[in-house]
């Protein structure tokens, strides 16, 4: 997106561009009349004064070089400063990412603050993180991403990324239904006005081969046309038998800007995957607990390799529109046509008759029970956010209004097929977890499922106010109407107003302490044992927090602290085994700590500390988690381009309900790499020394397992 200037940002820099003009004259070798020591007049060279004038100011959209990003857009749909967002705000950049040799978006996350990065470990069917004790809303360029995870969507490509934007805590006021966790906003790569080709291979771990290429720049001589190409192309497996993890994905975007008014980016987006199911959901013994035959190997796959599979397609088209009316107004729409298509087929471990035990085998505790599962699902989603943008003043207060109105719609078709182990009474056999042997096994049938409808639109107002020079009020209101459709029964409609307040002081010395108040709702589905329709869950948050930048960008800090509180929650019912009770309330608190900074041209750190205590209600997770990384470039033999990096990620030991406990763990991340102005290689080596982990065992019986070492070796070539 491109944004209005003001009109004084417009005249300094104008005035800064003479200034630099005269300067330069005055900066070339100029004779000069004068007098030398002895008193004879002669000539004298004057010393040569070089001017270098700093580029275009950083957006939230722009590439930022480093890891330090100054704005953001998803906390406002408005350009913002960081520092000047009453609520907390992390920023994973392009460099970031890819120093950090991000596989997956988990992997980008792995260093961010406040985020759980690995609810659910390897996982191959979707990413899986938590933010502030839930599951946060997903959204691409600004737009939701999909309703529902694994069985209807197709896992995001972070080379195919220019930054990931997290704004923790509740967002419904800004992007209608969501949890209490926040939203995570991936920020597509777009096209450039100057020309950048870029082309790599790497080669890793699991027979990890890939290719990648990112090409962008103008198409015409007056730049009103730019185009950007990324491509993708991956064979690999995983650490899991007989799962692989294959990707092909092209992405390309055109934007034509026929003056500085207007821009409209046209983006399409292919992707096929093919995986399978890394979760096999094995027991608490012989993961956790002992087992007499020992721990279940990390690579053990209990499906059947001619069966499971996890296949996904997405196509995608859209567009990002932006014209402004003059320097205070503008106008925008976010559009965009998805379909997705998952083809997946699973024979899961039974962890759930016998919590955490073997319910088919409890002497021997070798023969595991088998649920089959089996979906083939498509999805067809429309979305599109409009929104109007202005600046205006009234007395000593000035406006940053915002007023729109966003809609999104999606179907579901789905075939689904499933069958129980054999002492269920279904038809599924046991197998060996300690000595696997494949086949006997009959796929379940698939029959249609009802088809599925989600409608939501939604209206909304938000506006930021600035008193005098320091002090920054934000306040917003929008209404939502969420209409779920299944064939065969009656809409289930949820309406809901929410709410937005913050309040910040923005001290010239960098210091902006902050307080602000949020909302969040979340539609539950179905009725209870009396018909009833569920009330949506309600969520409130109340943050405090300090932020800090330095003059120079090179250096920020951000602490929160925060209270959640959610209504509505789903109990068991104690007078009916059958029902559904919607007297719970969850409780909230935590904090969370963020730095990063630049120390001269060499040194780069980002380091973060959350605590968060949990109501035991919900999902269990680390109540301690903390992670620094740091990058130091250096040169060899007056060689320069070198650097290498290293990080620790540590989490402490939590419990899930009734479930053992998961032991804390602590990980180490490295990195070295080379470059010149044309290449870069590099040797990314994740869980450097192997450590065997264990991610979450839930209350419910199984327990999931981390990723092991992963080591890539890449090189990309640039012109």
Same mark, same amino acid.
């Given at each position: 997106m491109r944004h209005a200037v003001p009109v004084r940002s417009r005249v300094v820099a104008l005035a800064a561009v003479n200034v630099f003009s005269v300067l330069a004259v005055f900066s070339q070798p100029v004779a000069a009349q004068g007098t030398d020591a002895a008193g004879r007049g002669g000539t004298a060279t004057l010393q040569t004064i070089t001017v270098t004038g700093q580029g275009e100011p950083e957006t939230a959209t722009t590439p930022v070089s480093g890891y330090i990003a100054r704005n953001a857009v998803t906390a406002s749909k408005t350009d913002t400063p960081l520092i000047e967002t009453p609520q907390a705000v992390t920023v994973v950049t392009r460099d970031e990412i890819a120093d950090q040799g991000a596989q997956g978006l988990q992997d980008a996350l792995n260093y961010a603050a406040g985020v759980r990065s690995d609810a659910y470990g390897l996982d191959s069917r979707t990413d899986s993180f938590r933010i502030r004790g839930s599951e946060p809303s997903v959204y691409l360029d600004g737009l939701r991403q999909n309703y529902n995870w694994y069985t209807s969507t197709t896992r995001t490509e972070p080379y195919s990324l220019e930054r990931i934007e997290v704004l923790r805590g509740p967002a419904s006021m800004l992007y209608g239904q969501g949890s209490t966790a926040g939203v995570v906003n991936m920020v597509s790569k777009l096209p450039l006005p100057e020309s950048q080709k870029e082309v790599g291979v790497s080669y890793g771990s699991n027979n990890r081969k890939q290719i990648q290429a990112d090409l962008t720049g103008p198409l015409t001589d007056d730049g009103t046309w730019l185009y950007r190409i990324v491509a993708l192309g991956r064979k690999a497996d995983t650490q899991?038998?007989?799962?692989?993890?294959?990707?092909?994905?092209?992405?390309?975007?055109?934007?034509?800007?026929?003056?500085?008014?207007?821009?409209?980016?046209?983006?399409?987006?292919?992707?096929?995957?093919?995986?399978?199911?890394?979760?096999?959901?094995?027991?608490?013994?012989?993961?956790?607990?002992?087992?007499?035959?020992?721990?279940?190997?990390?690579?053990?796959?209990?499906?059947?390799?001619?069966?499971?599979?996890?296949?996904?397609?997405?196509?995608?088209?859209?567009?990002?529109?932006?014209?402004?009316?003059?320097?205070?107004?503008?106008?925008?729409?976010?559009?965009?046509?998805?379909?997705?298509?998952?083809?997946?087929?699973?024979?899961?471990?039974?962890?759930?008759?016998?919590?955490?035990?073997?319910?088919?085998?409890?002497?021997?505790?070798?023969?595991?029970?088998?649920?089959?599962?089996?979906?083939?699902?498509?999805?067809?989603?429309?979305?599109?956010?409009?929104?109007?943008?202005?600046?205006?003043?009234?007395?000593?207060?000035?406006?940053?209004?915002?007023?729109?109105?966003?809609?999104?719609?999606?179907?579901?078709?789905?075939?689904?097929?499933?069958?129980?182990?054999?002492?269920?009474?279904?038809?599924?056999?046991?197998?060996?977890? #300690?000595?696997?042997?494949?086949?006997? %096994? +009959? /796929?379940? $049938?698939?029959? &249609?499922?009802?088809?599925? =409808?989600?409608?939501?639109?939604?209206?909304?107002?938000?506006?930021?106010?600035?008193?005098?020079?320091?002090?920054?009020?934000?306040?917003?209101?929008?209404?939502?109407?969420?209409?779920?459709?299944?064939?065969?029964?009656?809409?289930?409609?949820?309406?809901?107003?929410?709410?937005?307040?913050?309040?910040?002081?923005?001290?010239?010395?960098?210091?902006?302490? #902050?307080?602000?108040?949020?909302?969040? %709702? +979340? /539609?539950? $589905?179905?009725? &209870?044992?009396?018909?009833? =329709?569920?009330?949506?869950?309600?969520?409130?948050?109340?943050?405090?927090?300090?932020?800090?930048?330095?003059?120079?960008?090179?250096?920020?800090?951000?602490?929160?602290?925060?209270?959640?509180?959610?209504?509505?929650?789903?109990?068991?019912?104690?007078?009916?085994?059958?029902?559904?009770?919607?007297t719970g309330e969850t409780k909230t608190t935590g904090l969370e700590l963020e730095l990063k900074t630049a120390i001269g041209r060499k040194f780069s750190v980002i380091a973060n500390y959350s605590y968060i205590d949990l109501d035991s209600k919900l999902e269990g997770i680390p109540r301690h988690q903390a992670s620094v990384w740091g990058k130091y470039r250096f040169s060899i033999a007056q060689v320069s381009g070198f650097s290498v990096g290293a990080g620790v990620r540590w989490l402490s030991s939590f419990r899930d309900g009734h479930a053992p406990k998961t032991p804390a763990v602590t990980l180490v991340d490295a990195m070295l790499a080379y470059e010149t102005p044309s290449w870069r290689y590099a040797l990314n080596v994740n869980n450097m020394f192997n450590k065997s982990y264990v991610s979450t065992c839930l209350g419910r019986g199984d327990c999931w397992y981390g990723a092991q070492r992963s080591i890539v070796a890449s090189a990309s070539y640039r012109f």
């Open positions: 899991v038998d007989y799962v692989p993890d294959d990707r092909l994905m092209v992405a390309p975007s055109l934007m034509w800007r026929p003056s500085a008014s207007t821009s409209l980016t046209l983006q399409g987006l292919w992707q096929g995957d093919k995986s399978g199911s890394s979760s096999q959901f094995f027991p608490w013994e012989g993961v956790v607990l002992d087992n007499p035959n020992g721990a279940i190997p990390e690579h053990r796959f209990i499906g059947e390799p001619d069966w499971d599979r996890y296949n996904s397609t997405r196509s995608s088209f859209g567009w990002q529109f932006e014209h402004k009316f003059n320097d205070n107004w503008t106008v925008r729409q976010n559009f965009r046509w998805v379909k997705n298509k998952v083809d997946y087929r699973t024979l899961y471990g039974d962890s759930f008759t016998l919590p955490g035990g073997w319910a088919g085998d409890p002497v021997n505790k070798r023969l595991f029970g088998r649920f089959a599962d089996a979906t083939l699902t498509r999805v067809n989603m429309v979305a599109a956010d409009q929104h109007l943008e202005g600046k205006f003043q009234t007395g000593f207060i000035q406006h940053h209004i915002l007023v729109g109105f966003d809609a999104a719609r999606a179907k579901q078709t789905k075939q689904s097929g499933y069958d129980t182990p054999v002492y269920l009474g279904g038809t599924v056999p046991l197998i060996d977890v #300690y000595s696997p042997v494949y086949g006997g %096994f +009959t /796929p379940p $049938a698939m029959t &249609d499922d009802p088809v599925s =409808r989600q409608t939501d639109t939604g209206v909304y107002i938000h506006d930021q106010l600035k008193f005098g020079h320091n002090w920054i009020v934000v306040a917003g209101l929008r209404y939502d109407r969420s209409v779920a459709a299944l064939e065969g029964q009656d809409d289930e409609v949820s309406t809901a107003t929410t709410r937005r307040l913050g309040l910040m002081y923005a001290a010239d010395n960098g210091f902006s302490p #902050y307080v602000s108040y949020s909302e969040s %709702f +979340t /539609p539950v $589905a179905g009725l &209870d044992f009396y018909n009833q =329709r569920y009330k949506p869950l309600r969520g409130k948050q109340i943050e405090g927090g300090l932020k800090y930048e330095s003059h120079d960008g090179k250096t920020m800090f951000n602490v929160a602290t925060y209270s959640l509180r959610e209504e509505n929650r789903q109990v068991n019912d104690p007078g009916n085994p059958l029902n559904r009770l919607q």
